[in-house]
């Protein structure tokens, strides 16, 4: 089974708003991403709960 979400986010450290693909079908993950505008590190949180995806993104510098 293959879930590929689409969302819309804003990066933690200049707020730009893009859109990602999220890849549901491997479970709860976490990753890091370059911000397309400022370059700097993006922590994505992926949750999947029931089958719901939940991400969160933070600044690589927090905790």
């Known amino acids: 089974m293959q879930c590929l979400e689409e969302r819309r986010v804003e990066c933690p450290y200049c707020g730009a708003g893009f859109t990602c693909l999220l890849d549901c079908s491997a479970g709860s ?17 992926l949750f ?10 933070r600044r690589e510098d927090e905790a």
């Open 29 to 45: 993950q976490q990753y890091i991403e370059d911000c397309q505008v400022c370059c700097q590190p993006i922590v994505f949180d």
């Open 48 to 57: 999947i709960t029931d089958g719901e995806a939940e991400i969160q993104l």
